[in-house]
């Protein structure tokens, strides 16, 4: 391989890391942008009653089913698990939403009101 054609490889090999690294930095800051969004969500789910009320729910309908309900925050959401459902809440810029999974497969997703009783989106997503 000739010094040029060496230096024209560099080059576009050059090229083509910035164009990609400019697509991460808009991936990056449209993540960030959307985070900032949420966060008022993410600070009424964490400290609100009705994310009480609804893990004394699902521990009671797991109870009941003779099943563990396995509850996690993993970052600003909150995840319970039962067997092979999982129910997720996601924080976003328009409010709570609420996916309901069976076996990794989203099933049903909605925003949910916190001023609603949680003991009908457990019935929900058990059913």
């Known amino acids: 391989m000739s010094f040029l054609d060496n230096l024209e490889s560099n ?3 050059l090229e083509r890391q910035q164009e990609s690294s400019g697509d991460d930095r808009r991936r ?3 993540d960030r942008a959307e985070a ?3 966060q008022p969500w993410a600070e009424t789910l964490r ?3 009705f994310t009480r ?4 729910e699902a521990v009671a309908a797991g109870h009941s089913r003779r099943t563990k309900v396995y509850i996690t925050w993993i970052g ?3 995840r319970l698990e039962a067997r092979e459902r999982r129910l997720e809440l996601r924080p976003t810029a328009e409010g709570v939403r609420a ?3 069976e076996n990794g497969v989203e099933t049903s997703a ?3 009101d916190l001023a609603e009783d949680p003991a009908l989106l457990v019935r929900a997503w058990l059913s």
């Open 99 to 101: 996916v309901a999974l």
């Open 36 to 38: 900032i969004a949420a």
């Open 110 to 112: 909605r925003i949910i």
């Open 53 to 56: 009320r609804l893990m004394d």
């Open 11 to 13: 080059l576009n090999a």
């Open 47 to 49: 400290q609100s009653d």
């Open 76 to 78: 600003t959401t909150l």
């Open 28 to 30: 990056q800051e449209q």
